[in-house]
């Protein structure tokens, strides 16, 4: 009797384990959400641009180090989660707080593009071919800020202790969410970059 339970227990903890995490598959569908947003941005750019009326100007070069600074700040993000896992704590934290600096770097950039923008007579309001480089740029921007929240309060919890090698799951999330608006922003500066 005592066997078949033990039995069960050790069934129940394997079909438990075939399971994504509830908050991964959470996050996972705010990705998957914020993918088909960008989608129909770009889309509705491409469909838009082929209507006419629609201005050239160069992107801002502050872009293009902006993909430079958010591939380095996936690059620390990596080591932290690989630091973490060997209980490497210092390091964690010192890549951590690498992350967030590159972040915030991305957004002080950003801000530089769009003045940059404006010195060359490309407004929000005016030609749409403007108006659709500053709404997506910016909401990826906010996908950004929302990224920092999150990689503070990993800095936080490994300042506390409660981020190491058995407790990897808040980590693991944040991470993939941190190279997921590198991904996006490579591939909106090379979706720009093709269709300006």
Excluded at 12 to 22: A, K, Q, S, V
Excluded at 70 to 78: A, D, N, V
Aim: proline share 2%.
């Amino acid at each position: 009797m005592k066997a078949d339970m033990i039995n069960e227990l050790s069934k129940t903890d394997e079909r438990e384990n075939d399971f994504i995490n509830p908050k991964k598959f959470g996050l996972w569908l705010i990705i998957v959400a914020s993918v088909m947003l960008f989608a129909a941005f770009t889309s509705a750019y491409i469909v838009r641009r082929g209507e006419g009326n629609w201005e050239l100007f160069d992107l801002p070069a502050v872009f293009a180090y902006n993909l430079i600074t958010i591939i380095l700040s996936s690059i620390f993000m990596q080591m932290a989660f690989v630091s973490a896992r060997k209980d490497e704590i210092s390091k964690t934290k010192l890549t951590l707080l690498l992350t967030m600096v590159l972040g915030v770097a991305f957004c002080f950039l950003q801000y530089q593009g769009w003045k940059e923008l404006v010195k060359n007579s490309v407004y929000l309001v005016g030609n749409p071919s403007g108006s659709f480089i500053y709404v997506i740029s910016g909401v990826h921007m906010l996908h950004v800020i929302g990224g920092l929240v999150f990689v503070s309060i990993m800095l936080l919890q490994t300042f506390r202790y409660k981020v190491h090698k058995k407790s990897m799951l808040y980590l693991s999330m944040c991470a993939t969410y941190w190279h997921f608006i590198g991904i996006l922003w490579a591939y909106l500066f090379i979706f720009f970059k093709m269709y300006r």
